[in-house]
């Protein structure tokens, strides 16, 4: 990883499951506009789907697309340091726990564990996403991105370090 590379972390977004599943929401521009006359045919489609995908809130298919998303305040902190970025998902995963299994059994590895994890792939500069189920038939995502891209490298980044 180069001393250029930092990361953004995006969310946290709180949502239905169904607007998560709706890939039209989630990605950059349509491949044709099947897609426009579907939401208008919608009784109810989502708000989000009349907004530019630039200033969607909803997570994008791909992790580097946040990097599209503007105004550069979606992205909601910038590291210098993976470890640093990984305590932050930490963190929003303490204030957005998940929905506990009803047989009671762990709903994952535990924190400490996701973190070590966490900050291991963002320091080989892979992005790291943690989504999880809130009780009331929630949604949580939360991502972290490294910037440059790997898979995105021409995208500019929203607000570089000071």
Known sequence: ???????HGYGPWLGRPDQYHAE?????????????????GMKAPDQEA????????????QTGHWLLRRPSCLARQTWAEPKEAAEWLAGM??????AQRTDGAPVDIGTAAK??????ALTHGTDVVWVHYLSGERMFSAS?????NRFHPRTPCPHPLS
Request: with cysteine.
């Open 1 to 7: 990883m180069t001393n250029l590379a930092h990361f």
């Open 24 to 40: 039209y929401l989630r990605r950059p521009a349509p491949f044709d506009t099947a897609w426009q006359m579907m939401v208008s």
């Open 50 to 61: 009349h907004m530019p995908f630039e200033q969607r809130t909803i997570p994008p298919m």
């Open 93 to 98: 995963y303490d204030q957005y726990p998940p």
């Open 115 to 120: 973190v070590e994890y966490a900050t291991m």
């Open 144 to 148: 972290v991105v490294a910037c440059p």
